[in-house]
């Protein structure tokens, strides 16, 4: 019966560490003023018939703080690079030049830096129910695991433990957030 509590604490470590991580990945496609090339993680671009990652069928790179250069690896893809960074929700106007695609950055204003706090906020939020939901679903085998005949204390001890990693991760996720929020409203 130790072992599987044991086994129970791990796997509810490893469900935190991972809607943590699938946290602070979302919040790195929030933008915050600069020019960051994951800003475009999550754009497909048609190549071949097959949706691809912006990424896969191009360079990006960012030649200054404000302006991201997207060079494709064949030149015949660069209007359905284009195509798609227009079809996306990222509000830039992409340029060409017939073989480099330059999106220049806008400075963020006030009104919009405050949506991205909110946007970073809700992001944080989902990653804090994970890890709740994480907590209700060891908790729910541990106490599976005693009324099949592990003893009560080990059971106790093991929800406290779950619930220490619980509190610990959700205040990495607060960090988390006031990092990605003074980002957000540096000007």
Do not use: C, W
């Not at 093991?158 to 957000?184: G, N």
């Amino acid at each position: 019966m130790e072992e599987e509590i044991k086994m129970y604490l791990d796997e509810a470590q490893d469900m935190m560490k991972k809607a943590l991580e699938h946290t602070q990945s979302e919040l790195l496609k929030i933008r915050a003023g600069k020019a960051m090339p994951n800003m475009l993680d999550g754009i497909l671009v048609e190549y071949y018939g097959a949706n691809m990652p912006i990424n896969q069928v191009s360079t990006i790179t960012t030649p200054d703080a404000r302006t991201l250069s997207i060079r494709p690896f064949e030149k015949g893809s660069i209007t359905a690079i284009e195509k798609a960074i227009k079809a996306s929700d990222i509000g830039i106007n992409p340029q060409n030049n017939g073989e480099v695609i330059i999106l220049n950055i806008p400075p963020l204003t006030e009104e919009r830096r405050k949506q991205l706090v909110k946007q970073a906020k809700q992001e944080v939020e989902n990653g804090k129910i994970s890890i709740r939901n994480a907590r209700k679903e060891i908790n729910d085998a541990l106490k599976k695991l005693q009324k099949d005949g592990a003893a009560e204390d080990s059971i106790k001890k093991a929800e406290e433990t779950v619930q220490k990693h619980t509190d610990s991760f959700i205040a990495k996720l607060d960090e988390v957030l006031a990092t990605k929020e003074a980002e957000i409203m540096k000007v």
